[in-house]
């Protein structure tokens, strides 16, 4: 497979997951903030605190490939 080629389906595989990403951060969040809740009797705040964070971290993820991909399209028309 040409070099190009494989930079093609790696953007592609990069690309459909980060969807996933971007989707589970928050759901992840919650699950640890419920858990913590329940165990230390503070229900609802570090549920909303873990869900501002796994928001925080899906665009995070988000803002990390688009840079990448930024800095690969430069590459390549050079």
Request: proline fraction near 3%; charge should be positive; glycine fraction near 8%.
């Amino acid at each position: 497979m040409k070099k190009e080629n494989k930079k093609t389906l790696m953007q592609a595989v990069m690309a459909s997951t980060i969807g996933y990403q971007v989707a589970f951060a928050p759901f992840i969040g919650i699950a640890i903030g419920v858990f913590l809740d329940s165990k230390l009797g503070t229900f609802p705040y570090l549920t909303v605190m873990f869900l501002i964070v796994g928001i925080a971290a899906g665009g995070l993820n988000y803002y990390r490939f688009a840079k990448q991909q930024q800095e690969e399209d430069k590459d390549r028309k050079k």
